[in-house]
């Protein structure tokens, strides 16, 4: 029995595999894949006039209600102009009306329901301007702010 195990030894021949073509192709994918790599999942289109401090902080947003104000205080929700901060009170009506209406139109359960505003400013605006879209976004029910700056890398 023992000299048929050594028969089949001795014709059994090291088998070469020709790895290089599947290193080429592991080659494109990893060079297509860097390409396309893109570190952040938000993608932001600035509105005129508006010029964003710089941070030093890496951590970016994710997708939620974009709200931008430009260095003439006029309020922009998604890329779309809703009026300007008004001078008195504390809420911008417009901004609440449409907060308020996407909240509404949001069909996720309750407690998925988006909270979040990322808010974008000019970096001369007024602290009071500030204060006033984040109180409007709070009582509209979007009480998670992340601010977008630009980053210095």
């Not at 050594?6 to 021949?13: I, L, N, Q, S, W």
């Not at 301007?129 to 992340?146: D, P, R, Y």
């Amino acid at each position: 029995m023992r000299k048929t195990f050594a028969r089949k030894r001795a014709k059994a021949e090291p088998m070469e595999i020709d790895i290089t073509s599947l290193l080429d192709i592991l080659v494109i994918l990893l060079v297509f894949l860097l390409k396309s790599y893109n570190a952040s999942d938000l993608k932001l289109d600035l509105v005129k006039n508006l010029t964003v401090p710089d941070s030093k902080a890496r951590k970016l947003g994710n997708h939620a209600v974009i709200i931008q104000v430009d260095k003439n205080s006029n309020v922009w929700v998604e890329k779309k102009i809703i009026g300007k901060i008004p001078t008195n009170g504390s809420e911008v009506p417009e901004l609440l009306a449409l907060l308020k209406e996407r909240k509404a139109a949001d069909r996720a359960p309750a407690a998925k329901k988006a909270k979040a505003v990322n808010l974008v400013f000019d970096k001369d605006t007024p602290y009071k301007s500030l204060q006033k879209i984040m109180h409007t976004s709070a009582v509209a029910g979007f009480t998670e702010f992340k601010f977008i700056v630009q980053g210095n890398y």
